[in-house]
């Protein structure tokens, strides 16, 4: 189980990444709104992995990531981005973000993102292919 914190200024997308985030059962450990709130949040939690909204008032995210990642260089943060963004997604993979994340959130999304940074939740997306059904018996 991930502890995770969770920033977006938007109160629905927090809560929406939560219930995902419970439901794939790992555990979130803070929410944030601003990019300093997740700055003093990470210093208290230390998580395993944060999802990073990229425009957000107060501090943005790739600002946010740079600062966290100054903290602790093995931060895992995936950006979370709308369509049109893909500069800013560089900009916050080379600020030291470990992935992104597209608008909308859905459970397969932010399970594969989390299967690609820490292996051991990687899904196999043929898993359910070897299951036998009645009819192969």
């Known amino acids: 189980m991930l502890k995770i914190l969770i920033v977006d ?12 985030v419970e439901k794939l059962g790992h555990e979130v450990v803070g929410q944030a709104k601003t990019g300093e ?9 230390k998580p395993d992995l944060v999802t990073m909204d ?7 995210g790739i600002t946010a990531v740079k ?3 100054e903290m602790d260089k093995n931060a ?3 950006m ?10 560089i900009d916050s993979i ?3 973000a470990v992935g992104y994340m597209l608008k909308p959130i859905t459970d397969e999304k932010l399970a594969e993102v989390i299967g690609e ?13 070897l299951e036998l059904s009645d009819d192969d018996l």
Request: glycine letters at 4%; one cysteine or more.
């Open 80 to 89: 979370v981005t709308s369509h049109g963004q893909e500069d800013m997604v």
């Open 76 to 78: 895992k943060i995936i």
């Open 67 to 69: 600062h966290i990642i």
């Open 117 to 129: 940074v820490f292996l051991e939740y990687a899904c196999d997306e043929h898993e359910d292919d």
């Open 9 to 20: 200024d938007s109160l629905i997308i927090r809560k929406k990444i939560t219930t995902i």
């Open 54 to 60: 990229i425009t957000m008032p107060d501090m943005d």
């Open 37 to 45: 709130e997740a700055i003093d949040i990470y210093e208290g939690v």
């Open 94 to 96: 080379k600020a030291g």
